[in-house]
């Protein structure tokens, strides 16, 4: 299925489409992007036929989902665009169904995967040392990214970017999602706005803060490797972490509260 077609953009990439339109903002080369990865916005409508709502009226609101994450997308940070739009799409998708007052039951197959995903990320972040990609999930369960993507949606394990949210607690590691972070049970936390806050909130850290919260939230680092990178002691990681997500915290509620 296509909305959009333009020959002339059929000898770039995605990424060089995606470096293109991230200088000129032309509507053209967005198009031509939302056009090749459209295939995204009707697998995943498709899976939402049968709860209520027209497929047509789901896949609208699925292409324009696309066409946000197009312009939201950043190439520079090294993610798969898809691993980006899913959620986007998925939560877009879920949001019209609340609108319209239609709850969204989880299939019994994705709430089965979920169950592995958290299984198997923890035995490969032991083998691996590190946080495992969707892919390697994907890859290890012998299914898509996608359906890793939306099961890991569906349960809200975890963040839009990463797998597995970090926070040292005591003498290990244990694993704390932005919700629980957080400490509300917002089910529209994956959603657009809220994404949107945590970009926010990193912008306002400082480079040392930054590279903390990134290494830890996003790259599975543990808090030496990190203090060893930045040539500090694990005990001031420590701090300044715990000063981080307690700033978090404090300033997520202030956006509930208005």
Same mark, same amino acid.
């Given at each position: 299925?296509?909305?959009?077609?333009?020959?002339?953009?059929?000898d770039?990439?995605?990424?060089?489409?995606?470096?293109?339109?991230?200088?000129?903002?032309?509507?053209?080369?967005r198009?031509?992007i939302?056009?090749?990865?459209?295939?995204?916005?009707?697998?995943?409508?498709?899976?939402y036929?049968?709860?209520?709502? *027209?497929?047509? !009226?789901?896949?609208?609101?699925? #292409?324009?989902?696309? /066409? $946000?994450?197009? =312009?939201?997308?950043?190439? +520079?940070?090294?993610?798969?665009?898809?691993?980006?739009?899913?959620?986007?799409?998925?939560?877009?998708?879920?949001?019209?169904?609340?609108?319209?007052?239609?709850?969204?039951?989880?299939?019994?197959k994705?709430?089965?995967?979920?169950?592995?995903?958290?299984?198997?990320?923890?035995?490969?972040?032991q083998?691996?040392?590190?946080?495992?990609?969707v892919?390697?999930?994907?890859?290890?369960l012998?299914?898509?990214?996608?359906?890793?993507?939306?099961?890991?949606?569906?349960?809200?394990?975890?963040?839009?970017?990463s797998?597995?949210?970090?926070? *040292?607690?005591? !003498?290990r590691?244990?694993?704390? #999602?932005?919700i629980? /972070? $957080?400490?509300? =049970?917002?089910?529209?936390? +994956?959603?657009?706005?809220?994404?949107?806050?945590?970009?926010?909130?990193?912008?306002?850290?400082?480079?040392?803060e930054?590279?903390?919260?990134?290494?830890?939230?996003?790259?599975g680092k543990?808090?030496?490797?990190?203090?060893?990178?930045?040539?500090?002691?694990?005990?001031?990681?420590s701090?300044?972490?715990?000063?981080?997500?307690?700033?978090?915290?404090?300033?997520?509620?202030?956006t509930?509260?208005?």
């Amino acid at each position: 299925m296509e909305l959009f077609k333009d020959e002339k953009y059929s000898d770039l990439s995605t990424r060089e489409l995606f470096d293109a339109y991230e200088k000129d903002k032309c509507r053209e080369i967005r198009n031509e992007i939302v056009n090749r990865n459209l295939y995204i916005a009707e697998l995943l409508a498709k899976k939402y036929v049968g709860r209520g709502i *027209e497929f047509e !009226d789901i896949f609208q609101v699925a #292409s324009l989902a696309l /066409i $946000l994450a197009v =312009e939201r997308f950043d190439v +520079s940070k090294g993610f798969e665009f898809s691993s980006f739009a899913t959620p986007t799409i998925i939560g877009e998708i879920k949001r019209h169904f609340r609108d319209k007052g239609w709850a969204i039951k989880v299939p019994r197959k994705t709430q089965e995967l979920s169950m592995k995903i958290n299984e198997t990320r923890n035995k490969l972040e032991q083998e691996m040392g590190s946080v495992p990609k969707v892919e390697d999930i994907a890859n290890y369960l012998n299914c898509t990214s996608e359906e890793v993507m939306e099961a890991i949606e569906a349960s809200q394990l975890f963040s839009i970017r990463s797998l597995d949210l970090l926070k *040292e607690n005591k !003498d290990r590691d244990s694993e704390m #999602s932005f919700i629980e /972070i $957080l400490g509300k =049970e917002d089910e529209n936390f +994956s959603n657009i706005e809220n994404r949107d806050f945590i970009e926010r909130f990193i912008e306002k850290l400082n480079d040392v803060e930054k590279k903390i919260l990134i290494g830890r939230f996003y790259k599975g680092k543990t808090q030496v490797v990190i203090a060893r990178e930045l040539d500090l002691s694990q005990m001031t990681i420590s701090r300044i972490e715990k000063k981080i997500l307690s700033k978090l915290k404090e300033d997520y509620k202030k956006t509930v509260d208005l």
